[in-house]
Nanobody
C-alpha cells in the first residue's frame, strides 16, 4: 500500500503563512494539493505534473508554492498571504501513472484563516 500523510495545518489570521507537508511511503513523481470546503466542489490548488513544471490555480498563483524533496519523499505547499477564502481541508494526492488520475490520497489537514 502507498500511504500519504499530511501535516502543518492550523489556524492563522489573514495575511499569515503556513507550510503544509505530505510524507509519502514511496517515491511519487506526479503529485498535487487539493482543497475542499463542505458543500463545494473539490479544487486542485497546485500540481507537479510529468514534466515537473508546477501549475497553480488562479486563486493561489503568486501566493502558494508547491515543491518536492524526493530524497525525503515529502511534498510541500508553502502558503503566504493567506485569505479567509483559503479556509478548507487540504489533501495531498498522487497520480501513480502521471496520466491525470489521482488515485492515492492522504487523510487531509485543516487550514483555517480568520479575518
Amino acid at each position: 500500500q502507498v500511504h500519504l500523510v499530511e501535516s502543518g495545518g492550523g489556524s492563522v489570521q489573514a495575511g499569515g503563512s503556513l507550510r503544509l507537508s505530505c510524507l509519502a511511503s514511496i517515491y511519487l513523481r506526479c503529485m498535487a494539493w487539493f482543497r475542499q470546503v463542505p458543500g463545494k466542489e473539490r479544487e486542485e490548488v497546485a500540481s507537479i505534473p510529468l514534466d515537473l513544471t508546477p501549475t497553480y490555480a488562479d486563486s493561489v498563483k503568486g501566493r502558494f508554492t508547491i515543491s518536492k524533496d524526493d530524497d525525503k519523499r515529502i511534498l510541500f505547499l508553502q502558503m503566504n498571504s493567506l485569505k479567509p477564502e483559503d479556509t478548507a481541508m487540504y489533501y495531498c494526492a498522487a497520480d501513480r501513472s502521471c496520466r491525470g488520475d489521482f488515485n492515492t490520497w492522504g487523510q487531509g489537514t485543516q487550514v483555517t484563516v480568520s479575518s
